[in-house]
């Protein structure tokens, strides 16, 4: 008698896996970059302060106290009191929205402005390509700082103002990012096919070749965040951003410079504030541009 072997799950019957998609690939190789997880838990941690500031602020960020004035850290205040007995725990806390919204705003305005022009630019060639290269070369020349600075005196001194003036001096990196990969871009094959059955060349630029510049700008998008963040704490230095009593980490720096040697703290926890915010940004964007690096797949 031949032995009766155990019949085999057919090949055919099992389920095909299905590839992990562009996005899924990304997020696994971002998990492996301790840098930009440690960078994403920072800015989580920021927002959730940003969001939920009214029930974690232990005080009023602008009630003021004159029995309280300077005050080192203790118990009743964690990170001290400010020149005028106001707390600085609660102040820092509060000036994390200003930051954030800073930075979002900003950044959502230069995306707006910068990749349709630079669209247009690298997609259409020509003389609009020429013109709008020549323009952006213009305020490239411009440090960004400077531009910033200029604009917003001209609009006047307010939060909305900053934001504005930041949007727009950052738009050029934007445009120049944009026009490179749309240029890169529109030469491949799949372009010439989509053209060649005859899509329009809007619907060729919209639906095939800025899906494929996407990456790059998401990743621009999250360093020039920690730039907008720098630029709102300058402005608010120098008094052309949030305007006090409202808190913003810039301008309890112009206040604090006066008392670095009597309350050293009054500049400490702003300044400690700007850096991890920003370092984390930067964590996050390096470790983006290495996880939507089509070379690592």
């Keep these: 008698m031949s032995a009766v072997l155990p019949s085999s799950p057919s090949t055919a019957s099992r389920a095909p896996v299905q590839p992990a998609g562009p996005w899924r690939r990304a997020w696994r190789r971002l998990r492996r970059r301790r840098g930009a997880l440690l960078g994403l838990a920072v800015v989580l941690i920021f927002i959730a302060l940003a969001v939920f500031a009214p029930w974690i602020a232990p005080q009023d960020p602008i009630a003021t106290s004159w029995s309280a004035i300077r ?18 725990l609660s102040r820092v806390i509060w000036g994390t929205r200003a930051s954030l919204l800073a930075g979002v705003v900003s950044v959502s305005i230069s995306l707006m402005l910068g990749v349709p022009i630079g669209l247009a630019a690298g997609f259409l060639g020509g003389f ?18 400077i531009l910033a600075i200029a604009l ?10 900053a934001m504005i003036a930041i949007g727009v001096s950052a738009t050029p990196i934007f445009v120049r990012l944009t026009r490179a990969q749309v240029l890169n871009v529109k030469v491949e094959d799949y372009i010439e096919a989509a053209r060649a059955v005859g899509n329009s060349p809007l619907r060729i630029a919209l639906r095939h070749v800025l899906p494929n510049v996407t990456a790059p700008v998401m990743v621009q998008s999250t360093l020039a965040i920690a ?31 006066n008392f670095i040697d009597n309350a050293p703290w009054m500049a400490i926890w702003p300044g400690l ?8 940004f930067n964590l996050l964007g390096d470790g983006l541009r290495d996880a939507l ?3 690592q797949r």
Excluded: Y
């Design 128 to 145: 609009v390509d020429s013109l709008i290269s020549r323009v952006t070369d213009a305020f490239l020349a411009c440090p960004f700082l």
């Design 273 to 280: 504030s700007i850096f991890l915010l920003v370092l984390s």
């Design 71 to 88: 005050k080192a850290p203790s118990a009743e205040h964690w990170f001290g009191t400010d020149e005028i007995g106001r707390d600085v």
């Design 293 to 295: 690096d089509p070379r």
């Design 227 to 257: 730039s907008a963040v720098i630029a709102e704490a300058s402005l608010s230095f120098l008094g052309l951003g949030q305007q006090p009593p409202a808190p913003s980490w810039g301008s309890m720096l112009n206040t604090a410079k």
């Design 152 to 161: 917003a005196a001209f609009l006047g001194p307010s939060l909305t103002n």
